[in-house]
């Protein structure tokens, strides 16, 4: 196919079409703050339930897992029909997620809302896995790490955003009635009343994926055919990538990362609203989980020129140092210091993701939708180390569950550490 004017590409230089770039921010606004919507309504489907810490964060497993099951599919897929159209096919699916929190209000049943969840989180996976490689592959190679840190930018605007949103939406209307004292087709019919307000907000959600998937399929063909994709790999093809050890270990810290992460922003609201801590309340609290989110908007914008002056695995390294600090601070201080000083590792994480994903991604050429298909994978973590910290807290408390996320910083600052150097 021929290139538009405006766009041209070669091995070296990557695809010029800088109006794509505004496409790719797109969908990385939308995915970001779809995902912290989880953070909102897990303390509301806390209480709405009587779930224990760790029951509750079975909502990041179901979400989470969707990455397990659907990368490396989603990686053929994009090999098979291209970026733009498996990013349509993604916001297609993301909005059948939303749509099915209609049925699970209706059933009153919390396997059903994981279900929902399961769904979107499956067109979510769809859309990072074309969102991370494209931003990559949309400009000069050697820019790619900065290039990938300012997108992620816009993810951060999306979780900052929607958290604020969704809980003066979701949060704002919690009933005083206390579910433990309800029972048979009372507690039936309440939990239907008090989820409505979920159902309402992903319903509008659904309309505006609906028009965005609308907008990009009409940019399916701006794209060369086969730019950056392999157009033979294979489902699992991707796997011996992780004989790699660069990769491997990326691969591994991004586990550990978007665990440690999840599990902190799970728990923001319960662990402010604890009277050693802040002592807010429960919308209150949820307010404050954009200030979480917004570092990491914060921290990709100053990262973006950090990364071009300062070697990634030494940013990621220092980073990750200070996210380990920072939660030190957290649960051996009381007050505001406490509650500021968790909220602060936002920042921390910032470069996190795009850093370990382009430094593991280095050099794979035209199997970066394979890499991309198992870092995606690995996103998975998400599913594992929250509810892990969750049952450390029922065991403990909150303060000492997040011992958990601060082994993950340690082991991503240690990666760090070795992929300082460029690949060879």
């Not at 909102?40 to 897992?65: D, H, N, R, W």
């Not at 769904?119 to 949309?138: C, D, E």
């Not at 909150?398 to 910083?409: G, K, N, Q």
Request: proline fraction near 4%; charged fraction near 10%; hydrophobic fraction near 55%.
């Amino acid at each position: 196919m021929a290139l538009a004017p405006s766009q041209t590409t070669t091995e070296s230089e990557g695809v010029n079409a800088p109006d794509l770039q505004f496409f790719v921010f797109a969908l990385f606004f939308i995915f970001g703050g779809i995902t912290s919507l989880n953070d909102v309504i897990i303390p509301k489907l806390k209480e709405l339930f009587t779930l224990s810490y760790g029951q509750a964060l079975l909502v990041q497993s179901a979400y989470f897992m969707a990455y397990l099951v659907f990368s490396l599919p989603a990686a053929a897929v994009v090999s098979r029909f291209g970026y733009l159209r498996t990013a349509s096919f993604g916001l297609l699916a993301m909005m059948a997620g939303c749509l099915l929190f209609v049925p699970a209000s209706q059933s009153g049943l919390f396997p059903v809302f994981l279900g929902a969840l399961f769904v979107l989180a499956a067109g979510v996976t769809m859309v990072q896995v074309v969102a991370n490689p494209l931003i990559s592959l949309l400009g000069p190679p050697r820019s790619a790490h900065s290039r990938l840190t300012f997108a992620q930018a816009f993810n951060s605007i999306g979780t900052t955003i929607f958290p604020i949103v969704g809980s003066a939406l979701i949060l704002g209307s919690l009933s005083k009635v206390d579910p433990a004292t309800l029972s048979g087709a009372a507690l039936s019919a309440y939990r239907t009343a008090e989820t409505q307000t979920v159902v309402n907000t992903y319903l509008g959600l659904a309309a505006a994926l609906l028009v965005v998937a609308a907008v990009v399929w009409t940019r399916r063909n701006r794209l060369p055919a086969g730019t950056g994709t392999d157009a033979n790999a294979r489902l699992f093809g991707g796997f011996d990538l992780l004989r790699r050890p660069r990769f491997g270990f990326g691969a591994a810290c991004i586990f550990l990362y978007v665990g440690a992460e999840v599990a902190i922003g799970s728990l923001i609201v319960n662990y402010l609203e604890q009277s050693s801590v802040m002592g807010l309340s429960q919308l209150e609290a949820g307010k404050h989980v954009g200030y979480y989110w917004g570092g990491a908007m914060v921290g990709r914008i100053i990262g973006a020129g950090l990364l071009r002056l300062v070697s990634p695995g030494k940013v990621l390294g220092g980073v990750a140092l200070g996210a380990i600090i920072l939660l030190f601070v957290s649960t051996h201080s009381f007050g505001a210091v406490s509650g500021w000083s968790l909220l602060a590792i936002g920042l921390m994480n910032s470069i996190m993701f795009p850093t370990i994903f382009s430094l593991a991604s280095e050099g794979l050429g035209k199997r970066a939708a394979e890499g991309s298909g198992i870092i995606a994978t690995a996103i998975v973590g998400g599913a594992v180390i929250p509810p892990l910290t969750g049952w450390l807290a029922d065991q403990s408390n909150l303060r000492v569950a997040m011992a958990l996320p601060a082994l993950c910083y340690a082991l991503i600052a240690a990666y760090g550490w070795y992929a300082r150097r460029p690949a060879v």
